[in-house]
């Protein structure tokens, strides 16, 4: 028995001069632009063979094809820096943009090289930077093929950005309803604090984007505080949440967010276990939301304020920072994100609730601590901690101020330096340590204000956004507390962006 596969003779000639064509293209995506995973699903096209009587077995999978010319996958701003990356046995002098729906080539330029690596294999830098007009390109490079489209506009990111704004919500939402329903332990504690905290931060230092997301525009003066209800709205949700796992005797805070649900007895609450790093970030976490939020609602705010008071005092009662500290890195060093060791979250809720009440008892602990402090290896809220000391407009010692500046201004310039050797121009390729590095960053370009911070932010968010070895979005599926750090990243690029846009308009309009 013969079985056939009928093909369309009119499209054979044109198949079989495909094929031929290909055999004489060379880099792995030939002189055809990479479209991405949704843009390569075509009508599927079936060749007619003869099969014997046996049912064909298409079940192998076909290993994904990757371009050697690297680009930020969803594209730059027309202002910013714009760099491509190309890696191969063999480089090309030249690269070309071209138009995507034309194919008109728009701008040409030399490969810059890097050395050599290990492996043979070499790296060059496609550096695009005077290409503004706005529109969809892609790049080609004899011997090495086409990138994958990309675009050019001052929207170039809002999709994503709410995109990340979507996901903060259902993923929170899910796992706030699935420990309702059957009392499974979904996050930790100290992971909403660290996601409520960095969208904070976002939004104090940098509000234009998150006052998009969550809100109606931009806000009505300089101060991030006159706008921006929806966005406290949606974190309210997060702030019940965190309120309701305070223990009501004590005032510590239970490591896991599930803690406050179910109908537990009273043996197994008992059995919840309340954690000194959990309680050290509610404490600052609250206060911090108390602070920001109390143009809108000043009995909430004081409720959050009040809460995170007796949460010090619960941290009083425990060991101090003589004690605990190196065993708490151990533990932090476990959980990833740099998320913080007792001592640097005490900081951060002393920092934060002295802003927010100027009780000179906090101030009192910050300065007899603060040896200890600065010579903590640096953490997210002792990061958290340091801005928020720098930039109260309470009583502050100056020394200590200059101590925290130079600290910060010196990691800030280590990683510059770091990123600007690295083959991707970041430190290092695990996409925890590209977060981390440019959390610092955008904390300490808030404080110091530094352009060149934010290229390098830029450039750390190209290669999160597809500009890496793999050509994929990292990390693939970001939790809750990544796709805040990702929006508060976004949040200094558009900054940016606004800034020079203001620049221009009033240059243009001297003119």
Not at 187 to 199: F, K, P, Q, Y
Not at 392 to 414: F, H, N, P
Request: hydrophobic share 35%; aromatic share 10%; charged share 30%.
């Amino acid at each position: 028995m013969v079985k056939q596969f009928k093909i369309n003779k009119k499209k054979f000639p044109r198949i079989a001069l495909a094929v031929a064509m290909s055999l004489f293209v060379s880099g792995c995506a030939g002189n055809i632009p990479f479209m991405g995973g949704e843009q390569n699903k075509q009508g599927e096209m079936v060749l007619i063979a003869e099969t014997l009587g046996l049912e064909p077995d298409f079940s192998y999978e076909r290993k994904v094809e990757k371009p050697h010319i690297q680009t930020d996958r969803l594209g730059y701003l027309p202002k910013s820096a714009k760099t491509a990356i190309i890696q191969g046995g063999e480089l090309p002098q030249r690269f070309q943009i071209m138009e995507k729906d034309s194919g008109k080539c728009v701008y040409e330029g030399e490969v810059r090289r890097n050395e050599e690596t290990a492996s043979g294999i070499f790296t060059g830098y496609c550096i695009f930077t005077e290409l503004e007009e706005e529109g969809s390109y892609y790049i080609k490079c004899d011997k090495i093929g086409c990138s994958y489209y990309f675009v050019i506009g001052r929207d170039a990111y809002l999709e994503k950005e709410l995109e990340l704004g979507s996901m903060i919500e259902e993923m929170r939402s899910e796992g706030a309803q699935k420990a309702q329903q059957d009392g499974e332990a979904v996050s930790r504690t100290e992971d909403i604090c660290g996601t409520v905290s960095c969208l904070l931060a976002a939004y104090e230092m940098y509000p234009g984007l998150l006052l998009e997301i969550w809100g109606d525009g931009k806000p009505e003066s300089d101060a991030p505080e006159a706008g921006g209800e929806d966005f406290f709205r949606m974190l309210r949700k997060e702030t019940d949440w965190l309120l309701s796992l305070q223990d009501e005797v004590t005032g510590g805070i239970y490591e896991n967010a599930d803690a406050a649900f179910g109908e537990a007895d009273g043996a197994q609450k008992a059995e919840q276990e309340i954690s000194e790093e959990a309680t050290a970030a509610f404490a600052g976490t609250m206060a911090k939301y108390s602070y920001l939020y109390q143009q809108y609602d000043l009995d909430y705010a004081n409720t959050c304020l009040k809460a995170a008071a007796k949460a010090w005092r619960y941290l009083s009662g425990t060991q101090g920072p003589a004690g605990g500290i190196e065993a708490g890195r151990e533990r932090d060093e476990e959980k990833g994100f740099h998320t913080g060791t007792p001592m640097s979250g005490r900081f951060y809720a002393v920092s934060e609730l002295y802003r927010a009440s100027n009780e000179k008892l906090y101030h009192n602990y910050i300065l007899q601590n603060q040896e200890l402090l600065l010579g903590q290896k640096e953490d997210f809220y002792l990061l958290m901690g340091k801005v928020t000391y720098l930039s109260t407009r309470r009583d502050v010692d100056q020394e200590l101020c200059g101590l925290i500046m130079d600290s910060l201004m010196k990691e800030a310039e280590d990683i510059t330096a770091r990123t600007k050797a690295g083959l991707f121009l970041t430190d290092g390729e695990s996409s925890d340590d590209v977060l981390w590095n440019m959390t610092v960053m955008a904390l300490a370009n808030y404080a110091i204000m530094n352009h060149e911070y934010v290229t390098v932010i830029e450039n750390n968010m190209h290669y999160l956004l597809g500009r890496n070895a793999e050509a994929e979005f990292l990390p693939g599926k970001p939790e809750c507390r990544e796709a805040a750090a990702e929006l508060l990243l976004f949040s200094v690029i558009e900054a940016e962006r606004e800034i020079i846009e203001a620049s221009e308009a009033e240059e243009s309009g001297k003119d």
